[in-house]
């Protein structure tokens, strides 16, 4: 009979680079996670974070319901651009992947601590579902184990923060700047919206994530770097998609959106104000035309995203 035995030592010589440990807690951790794997077919260890809260919004141990459930939710929409981001979905149009949103969604535990409030933060999908969903054995660090796309998303949201959190006066040659527009203009917006939160609240946030038998990733930053963060991608327009849409217009006005109906039957609602009114003179319903249209993310009154389509210039397709 042939032993299956897992060849620790092969599989520690195929491992790329050299962990680097925070502390002493996180060299036993992995150092645990290690052993576990080496008595084990399957990852068994799951990821997991947490997010401390300072700052002047933070009294003894607690913070305003309103503000931490804003930053609660933006952070998750940072997370999930970024994952989507590692999947090659950088635009803001269509809806995001519902296995991406799924496997990116975070869960929440909550301990006080005195004079910051710590929320534990652990994927919503179990290691064991996402790597063997239909019950598949296959060897830990093979390409089915690790990492959970939760690991990755968190991986690029919270470098991306450390980056930001250490932009000097040539922001313009930065790898923050380099990786934002790699990533695109979701995940600046949520970035952006991430940023502004916290320092609406007062809150100044210390990250970390764990990731079995690797170095924790930690960044902590100030009111004045998150400031910093959002204004630049605000002064650098960052959020902004520019597209073409075309199609016929069913409605023209110079005081509220145009409605155009694109292939397909959808119609989209147009902001037009930058348009000039002796423009808008020259155009009527049924009209076939291009519109040049920068497109951003807005959040709505029950706090749900949608995208934003803001008019730069158009052209008339034809005359009928």
């Known amino acids: 009979m042939v032993s299956m ?33 080496e008595h084990g077919l399957l990852r068994r260890d799951a990821s997991s974070g947490s997010l401390r809260l300072t700052g002047p919004g933070i009294t003894v141990h607690s913070g305003a319901i309103d503000g931490i459930a804003d930053t609660l939710r933006n952070f998750q929409r940072l997370v999930l651009a970024a994952g989507l981001a590692a999947k090659g979905h950088t635009s803001l149009r269509g809806q995001p992947p519902a296995d991406v949103v799924s496997r990116t969604r975070l869960n929440l535990n909550g301990s006080p601590v005195p004079g910051s409030l710590v929320l534990q933060i652990v994927p919503a999908t179990s290691t064991a579902d996402e790597i063997s969903p239909d019950g598949q054995v296959g060897l830990f660090g093979d390409d089915h184990s690790e990492p959970q796309l939760v690991d990755t998303a968190m991986k690029r949201a919270l470098g991306l923060l450390d980056v930001g959190r250490r932009l000097g006066p040539d922001a313009d040659s930065s790898d923050f700047l380099a990786r934002i527009r790699e990533y695109g203009p979701r995940v600046a917006t949520t970035l952006r919206d991430f940023s502004t939160g916290l320092v609406k609240s007062g809150f100044e946030p210390d990250l970390t994530w764990s990731q079995p038998r690797q170095a924790r990733l930690r960044t902590r930053l100030s009111t004045a770097e998150l400031v910093h963060i959002s204004e630049l991608i605000a002064s650098r327009e960052l959020e902004l998609e520019p597209t073409t849409l075309r199609g016929i217009l069913r409605t023209v006005s110079e005081i509220s959106a145009w409605q155009l109906e694109i292939e397909g039957g959808d119609v989209i609602k147009i902001d037009a104000k930058k348009i000039p009114v002796a423009s808008i003179a020259t155009l009527r319903t049924g009209m076939s035309v291009s519109v040049d249209v920068a497109v951003t993310e807005e959040n709505g009154p029950a706090g749900e995203v949608k995208p934003k389509y803001t008019a730069t210039s158009f052209t008339a397709l034809d005359d009928s």
């Open 5 to 37: 035995a897992f060849d620790w030592e092969s599989f520690k010589a195929g491992v790329k680079g050299e962990a680097e440990c925070q502390d002493a807690d996180d060299l036993a951790r992995m150092s645990i996670e290690s052993m576990r794997a």
